[in-house]
């Protein structure tokens, strides 16, 4: 059971107003550079959770882990996005198309 969670999140309120914040759960400014990566990267109304085993030697290369992890997520993130953009995109021009018609 994973009992070791680094934590980011930002999201954008009804007014506009951006909000965001990290809990590294012990792992040394880990959640920090999820955040990071989530501004570079502008994703937005996402938490970011990477959980591991507390206890687990994983030593020095335990940051590297996380951050690879949460990479990992962001890119998921953005090409399931970019792929259900395509195809909405794709969906709303062959309706345009039919009404044309």
């Known amino acids: 059971m994973c009992t070791h969670n680094t934590v980011a999140y930002r999201f ?7 909000h965001e914040g990290s809990d590294d759960d012990g792992e040394s400014s ?6 990071k990566q989530m501004r570079d990267r502008k ?11 507390f206890g687990q030697k994983l030593g020095p290369k335990s940051f590297s882990y996380i951050k690879n992890a949460a990479k990992s997520a962001i890119d998921k993130l953005i090409y ?7 195809k909405f995109d794709t969906e709303t021009n ?7 018609e």
């Open 94 to 100: 062959t309706v345009k198309h039919a009404l044309r």
């Open 43 to 53: 994703v937005d109304n996402v938490v970011v959770v990477v959980s591991r085993k």
């Open 30 to 35: 880990a959640a920090l550079e999820i955040l």
């Open 80 to 86: 399931n996005f970019k792929r259900k953009l395509t």
């Open 12 to 18: 954008t309120d009804k007014d506009k107003k951006q």
